[in-house]
């Protein structure tokens, strides 16, 4: 049974299948549900990942069930909307997902759906209700959806191609660096000679799902990436190389010569390609180092986040940049066989040096690990503001949710991610040590 | 019978024929409110909009040394976040319920939790608020809370929403309302009348509470601000106070009757003080209300006197505005903009109901055919009839104004600008005259395709809103 939480960030299954569909380019969600549902979604994730609001507004359709719906079945009131819908509201590809009134009720969704293909109308649904999990349950349950549901509409599959990559788990407004993310991944993939399927975020539609079959390789960046993974291995032999973090700074270079190796590319190409991306890091390193040693960067510090964010940015911190990972918080419930995988490797970071990792998603015990840690610098999400003003410590919000950053297409993964979190990082250090910053 | 022994109020549908969906020239919708039956309309295409909870939320938020628990799903609490966001000091949580939950119940869970929240926080009150699952499941939240008010000596207040049996999310308010002052009656000894006066503050922005509250002090009033900001104690204080003043004549409606009614506490009727004008006059009723008319008087010609000066040249003269709020905003704001020379191209208003009578009435003498529509949340029709209109201006509160800007219009959000009393009319003043002078935002956003179908603005805007077939 599921304790309560208190200031919850991981919102519910019902959001996160709305920010995945939101994500992708001509897809429509079309909400069935009581008419609050979308409007929580836009107050309660949307509004506070520093710019990811697709449409404007909430998401531009919902059924809004009444109490006649609860009563006596909504499934008719679903069937109008979704016809209205296809006529109002331009989309390559409508995305029923349901919330906890319409599954309590019983509505037959499937039903509605073939009702819609039956009129040539390309839609697929997802029984989302916010009672089934969190958003990273229902990021499952709209890939799934997707992975499933889009060879019934679109049948041809094409060949292979041995050089397409999809790449899965990143979770988007979840990660609220998921643009940035993504668009480096890509980058450093194209940079060894690869095509990047990122699925979501500019330029990704339906034409990026459609080839999932094809991809030669799923590239796997979280915990919540393994399912769809398994799921086109199983359907089409898609190999897949799983990775627990993002990769940041060097890590990303490890990535990159096991990609080689896996699939047969020029192995020279792709050490050119990360001398050359090394090379700059190790400048950008070089170049602060007066004001590194100066303000006193180096410090113990506690990081708040998923588990791919907290293990991509320790660790870069930890083995290239001389922090002390003091209190890691884990908040995005990894499944329990990966807790003690996470726990050893994070404690790992910095031999000899004692790190707690604690798994939690409730405000007030995350704030008091962070509190009894004692880190001079608290990299987290706006929830733990409160708790580095009272320590007196610098702080950089990093994680869901962000109240005090615009976040467009800046990222932490990768070489570049790497530059942009010494600028972060340090520039918060600096504005803090010289006082501009009265946390 | 005490309208406070019912578990919930009955939603402003039934009290006062709220409508959520209309479209139609003022004249129309005066002339249809002046009859005895208002039919019901409904969308056969809807986008979200807020409802019950959500306006609980906004209450609670702004209530001190509280706990809100939401006893749900988790994502009925995510939009607890934005009001950490925005400096609510509620502490939030949601009791979490999973599938299992919904079927077999989970007063178990319920207790647990406030049990370990009152250990954690011992505030002054814990409000459980419900919602679809808990009302579809008709969980039993009332024994959990009886049982632990005399365990834990807490004030433990159930609040009945449920997302569906209103159509209007302005039921919300009066819920929480009615739910606050259910408890007190219970918990409260008849005091003598004392000397104060309630401003009936309901889900305001800070600033526009603090400014209406020092105009009424300079009165020589001494003030209970409810619900905002406010603690229990201070509700104990204002069943016995001389009157109540509402700060909107909407949002507290059901607050201002109740106190009246229960506790013979007379509301003064005054609409908002929006406006220099507008402002002047809800001084001076309250003032003539209260025995201090010439104070108010004075008060008014020096503030009055002061803004006209700060505002030196600035009028809206030839400026088309389009006027998109909640309904006793919008109709105030309306008001402002006149007096600033303005003309009002169209309103959009959140609901429509008996309450705006008066204003229906005197909009249909003057203007018969300015259009009035109704819609919380509703952007495909408003772009739409925005388009045709093609405002050189545009004021709301929505969380659409990102596909208002779409449009290219300049758009002036009064979400968080404070606009009450005088220095409102300069604030919002400086606002439009920065909106006005440059729109060269509003031409890249522009750029971006809109969310419809062109099909769609060929229909008439009203073409998904229809009679309710009972």
Not at chain 1, 32 to 48: A, E, K, N, P
Request: charged share 20%.
């Amino acid at each position: 049974m599921a304790h309560h939480v208190e200031g919850s960030r991981n919102s519910c299954a019902q959001h996160g299948a709305l920010q995945l569909f939101e994500s992708i380019e001509g897809v429509i969600p079309v909400i069935h549900s009581t008419s609050g549902c979308g409007v929580q979604h836009y107050l309660g994730v949307t509004r506070l990942t520093g710019g990811n609001d697709p449409f404007g507004s909430p998401p531009v359709s919902s059924s809004n069930i009444a109490e006649k719906h609860v009563v006596f079945g909504g499934s008719s009131r679903l069937r109008e909307q979704l016809k209205n819908t296809v006529k109002v509201v331009r989309g390559d590809l409508y995305a029923i997902v349901t919330g906890c009134s319409t599954e309590m009720v019983g509505d037959d969704i499937a039903a509605m759906t073939k009702e819609g293909r039956d009129q040539d109308w390309p839609v697929i649904y997802a029984n989302t209700p916010g009672f089934s999990g969190d958003v990273h349950n229902g990021y499952h349950l709209a890939v799934k959806a997707l992975i499933e549901q889009l060879p019934g509409i679109w049948q041809s599959i094409g060949e292979k191609q041995s050089r397409l990559v999809n790449v899965w788990g990143i979770i988007p407004n979840q990660d609220p660096f998921w643009r940035g993310n993504l668009n480096e991944l890509g980058r450093l993939l194209e940079g060894i000679g690869l095509v990047p399927n990122l699925l979501i975020g500019s330029g990704q539609g339906i034409a990026s799902w459609k080839q999932l079959p094809e991809a030669a390789i799923n590239l796997v960046v979280s915990p919540w990436g393994e399912l769809p993974a398994r799921m086109l291995e199983e359907l089409y032999s898609t190999p897949s190389i799983q990775l627990q973090g993002l990769p940041v700074g060097s890590e990303a270079g490890i990535l990159l010569r096991s990609l080689t190796e896996q699939l047969g590319l020029d192995p020279l190409r792709t050490e050119l390609f990360i001398n050359r991306e090394e090379a700059l890091l190790n400048h950008q390193f070089a170049r602060l180092a007066d004001s590194y040693y100066r303000a006193g960067f180096q410090r113990e510090f506690a990081l708040v986040g998923e588990s791919s964010q907290v293990v991509g940015i320790s660790e870069f911190l930890g083995k290239y940049f001389g922090l002390l990972p003091r209190s890691l918080v884990i908040t995005d419930n990894p499944p329990d066989i990966l807790r003690e995988a996470l726990i050893s490797r994070l404690s790992a970071i910095v031999p000899g040096y004692d790190t707690e990792v604690i798994f939690s998603e409730d405000r007030s015990e995350i704030t008091d690990v962070v509190r009894k840690g004692g880190a001079q610098l608290i990299l987290a999400s706006s929830l733990e503001l409160d708790v580095a003003v009272e320590s007196g410590v610098p702080f950089l919000a990093v994680s869901f949710p962000l109240a005090d950053r615009i976040v467009l297409d800046r990222g932490y993964a990768g070489y570049r991610g790497a530059t942009a979190l010494l600028e972060d990082i340090g520039s918060a250090l600096l504005a803090f040590s010289n006082g501009r910053y009265a946390c | 019978m005490s309208p406070l022994r019912a578990k919930a109020p009955r939603s402003r549908e039934k009290r006062l024929d709220t409508l959520g969906a209309w479209l139609g020239p003022v004249s129309a919708a005066s002339t249809e409110f002046a009859g005895d039956e208002i039919a019901q309309r409904i969308r056969t295409f809807s986008q979200s909009s807020h409802d019950d909870l959500l306006f609980a939320l906004r209450i609670l938020a702004g209530i001190r040394d509280s706990v809100t628990l939401v006893h749900g799903p988790r994502g009925c609490a995510a939009a607890g976040l934005n009001h950490i966001a925005a400096g609510s000091n509620t502490r939030w949580a949601v009791t979490n319920l999973d599938e299992r939950d919904t079927i077999m119940g989970a007063d178990s869970k319920l207790r647990k939790s406030v049990v370990a929240l009152y250990h954690r926080y011992h505030p002054a009150v814990v409000f459980i608020v419900g919602n679809p699952v808990t009302a579809i499941n008709n969980d039993d939240i009332q024994s959990v809370v009886e049982e632990l008010r005399e365990e834990l000596k807490l004030p433990i207040i159930p609040v009945y929403v449920t997302g569906f049996s209103s159509r209007n999310a302005v039921s919300g308010y009066d819920t929480v309302l009615h739910s606050l002052l259910k408890y007190l009656s219970g918990h409260i000894v008849p005091t003598l009348k004392n000397e104060t006066v309630n401003l009936l503050s309901v889900a305001e922005h800070p600033q526009d509470r603090k400014e209406a509250q020092e105009l009424i002090e300079q009165l020589g009033i001494e003030l209970n601000v409810i619900p905002d900001d406010s603690t229990i104690d201070v509700f104990r204080l204002a069943v016995a106070a001389r009157a109540s003043i509402p700060l909107s004549p909407d949002a507290p409606e059901y607050l201002g009757a109740i106190l009246h009614k229960i506790y013979g506490v007379p509301l003064i009727d005054v609409l908002r003080p929006v406006g220099i004008e507008g402002t002047g006059r809800w001084l001076k009723s309250i003032a003539a209300f209260l025995g201090k008319k010439d104070v108010a008087e004075e008060l008014h010609g020096s503030k009055a006197a002061e803004t006209v000066r700060q505002l030196g040249d600035f009028s809206l003269k030839g400026v088309k505005t389009y006027i998109s709020l909640s309904s006793a905003n919008a109709f105030s704001v309306l008001e402002l903009v006149e007096e600033l020379g303005g003309e009002v191209a169209g309103l959009t208003i959140t609901h429509l109901d008996r309450l705006h009578v008066r204003h229906l009435d005197e909009l249909a003498a003057r203007h018969p055919s300015l259009q009035i529509h109704v819609s919380d949340g509703q952007a495909f029709e408003e772009i739409s009839i925005l388009r045709k209109l093609a405002p050189d201006l545009y004021l709301g509160d929505s969380t659409h104004l990102g596909q208002v800007a779409r449009i290219g219009i300049p758009v002036v959000s009064l979400e968080s600008l404070a606009i009450v009393g005088y220095r409102g009319v300069v604030r919002l003043v400086r606002r439009l005259k920065t909106a006005l002078a440059n729109n060269s935002y509003g031409h890249s956003v522009g750029k971006i395709n809109s969310a419809y179908q062109d099909e769609w603005f060929r229909r008439s805007h009203n073409w998904h809103i229809k009679q309710e077939v009972k």
